[in-house]
């Protein structure tokens, strides 16, 4: 044999065996293809470089066949878990669970719901005495109902605010007496604006909801010397975090009875302002315990320490009135006090524009102390204690102190909307004879806020 044939041939053979071991299996020790190593060696992708002398003519070389390298597959992996789904943003607002809200309509950003009040009372004893130009609750012993509201409040997320609500009364026919009739718009926590019919922001008792006294009507005191709605605007916010807020308002000029303890006129919102110039408020109050909004909304049991203080000035056409008004609230687990200072100034006008009896500069004061305690939000007692002096210059029987004690029922599950109250007061004259004016009353309330 030639020695170019025998190279030939070496040649043949050293690619026959390279073959060969490429294509034998693992051995069973090495990973499969199931469980292939995490850093597998790299599989040859060509064959061995070929002699440098030029095969003979005619003749076949074969080049090894290239091996795939084995895929490593994942063991025991988990399949990925399946995102939750996101809930859409709402834009309604959160609605208080204690709220008696039963109802409420949402579209479009808008919400919508039925406002309702009626208090029915029942007077099983009266004293002799007692005339509701002095403030008593009935005359006689009988029935009378105390309110009959109805209405709707609406907002626009948490821009747009207004409220409509009547009064409804039963004289000779039956009519309807605007309570409450606003717009407000609210575009910043520290700002917003209010125009209609509101309440005067004057003393903390007269701005709580008539729906939420811990006794049967709010302190005589309080229904003497505070104006409660009138026409105007005023502008309110939060500051501090929610722990100071103020009330700026504009009215038209406030109306007095000549008699105090019927306090002050409901105004007539049809006719504008007729008979008298502007009045002007201001209170600037305190949310200490839980920052936010210092007058409770109905049903609420949060802690709280606020404080208050208001004046207002008002150049009506009979006479011009100053008044001011300081305040604390304090509630905590079902206990809830109240204390109020009242002052108020009256002066008449020369000229007055509606006939008046005052002919001299008035100065009058109340003081109101109020406690109670609720138990599991069903069942309270509370007590109240007022002095009031109509006239400082002159020592009368009008100069009075009253003491409340009553009994506060919220039924199971309907307690949000229904109450019963039981409560007697007696009443003292400071000087001159004492009257027979004790009362003992009882009112059913159903209610929707």
Same mark, same amino acid.
């Given at each position: ?26 051995? @069973? ?8 190593? +995490? ?19 005619? @003749? ?70 007692? +005339? ?16 009959? #509201? ?111 303890? +019927?306090?002050? #006129? ?6 504008? =302002?007729?008979?008298? =110039? ?7 109050? +305190? ?18 320490? =606020?404080?208050?203080? @208001? ?52 100065? @009058? ?28 210059? %002159?020592?009368?029987?009008?100069? =009075?102190?009253?003491?409340? %004690? ?44």
């Amino acid at each position: 044999m030639s020695h170019r044939n025998t190279k030939t041939l070496a040649f043949l053979i050293t690619t026959l065996l390279s073959t060969t071991a490429l294509a034998q299996p693992a051995p @069973s020790g090495s990973a499969s293809a199931t469980s292939a190593p +995490s850093d597998p060696p790299p599989a040859p992708t060509s064959a061995p470089p070929a002699p440098q002398e030029a095969a003979p003519a005619g @003749s076949t070389t074969s080049t090894p066949a290239t091996s795939p390298a084995p895929t490593a597959t994942p063991t025991n992996s988990a399949p990925a878990a399946a995102p939750k789904p996101i809930a859409p943003p709402s834009d309604d607002p959160p609605v208080d669970p204690d709220l008696p809200r039963p109802f409420v309509a949402h579209t479009h950003g808008f919400s919508i719901w039925p406002l309702a009040l009626v208090q029915a009372q029942a007077a099983p004893y009266v004293g002799k005495n007692s +005339s509701f130009l002095a403030g008593d609750i009935a005359e006689h012993p009988g029935f009378r109902i105390r309110r009959a #509201r109805l209405g709707v409040a609406a907002n626009y997320e948490s821009l747009l605010k207004a409220e409509i609500q009547a009064e409804l009364l039963t004289n000779a026919q039956v009519t309807l007496l605007l309570n409450q009739a606003w717009v407000g718009v609210t575009p910043k926590s520290w700002f917003g604006a209010y125009m209609g019919m509101l309440d005067v922001p004057f003393s903390r008792s007269s701005l709580s909801p008539a729906a939420d006294t811990a006794l049967i009507d709010r302190p005589l005191a309080v229904r003497a010397l505070a104006p409660n709605q009138q026409l105007g605007i005023y502008a309110h916010g939060l500051f501090a975090k929610g722990l100071l807020q103020y009330y700026l308002g504009v009215y038209n000029g406030f109306q007095r009875f000549d008699q105090f303890y +019927s306090g002050y #006129r409901q105004p007539q919102a049809g006719f504008g =302002n007729r008979f008298d =110039n502007l009045a002007y408020a201001a209170r600037l109050a +305190s949310s200490l315990l839980t920052p936010g909004e210092e007058i409770p909304t109905v049903g609420d049991r949060k802690p709280r320490l =606020n404080l208050g203080a @208001s004046y207002f000035y008002s150049d009506g056409g009979a006479r011009d009135i100053h008044s001011i008004n300081g305040d604390v609230f304090f509630q905590h687990s079902g206990f809830r006090a109240v204390g109020e200072v009242l002052y108020s100034s009256t002066i008449p006008e020369s000229v007055p524009t509606q006939p008046t009896s005052q002919t001299a500069n008035i100065d @009058s004061f109340g003081v109101v102390l109020e406690a109670g305690y609720t138990f599991r939000k069903m069942a309270g007692a509370h007590l109240r204690f007022e002095l009031i002096d109509p006239n400082t210059a %002159v020592q009368d029987a009008s100069d =009075n102190w009253l003491l409340t %004690v009553g009994l506060s029922f919220n039924p199971p599950v309907l307690g949000k909307y229904c109450r019963a109250q039981f409560e007697y007061t007696h009443r003292e004259e400071l000087y001159g004879a004492a009257l027979e004016n004790d009362s003992v009353a009882i009112q059913t309330q159903f209610m929707l806020q």
